[in-house]
């Protein structure tokens, strides 16, 4: 996971795990400690925000299940901000 705009932005970023997790739980560890990150990333209702788009692979999570899907220890997840404008 790459991140810009952030104290974790210096590199990608790697995270061991033995248990698959959602994506809202990789999220809120990702943004452990970093609370304008997880305000980037997340609404107050801790859904995600709707300029927000994170991929698990090739997949946008929005077609798979959201928040709540899975993300196994040999995925690669990218979160991107929409792009708009003229």
Avoid: Y
């Avoid at 220890?73 to 990218?78: H, L």
Wanted: aromatic content about 6%; charged content about 30%; overall charge negative.
């Amino acid at each position: 996971m790459f991140l810009r705009d952030s104290s974790k932005a210096a590199s990608d970023l790697l995270l061991e795990t033995e248990n698959e997790m959602t994506l809202f739980e990789l999220i809120e560890r990702v943004c452990e400690g970093d609370d304008t990150l997880r305000f980037k990333i997340l609404d107050e209702q801790k859904n995600l925000r709707p300029h927000v788009n994170i991929f698990i692979g090739s997949k946008n999570s929005r077609h798979l299940d959201g928040i709540e899907t899975l993300v196994s220890e040999d995925d690669e997840v990218s979160i991107f901000p929409s792009l708009s404008g003229g």
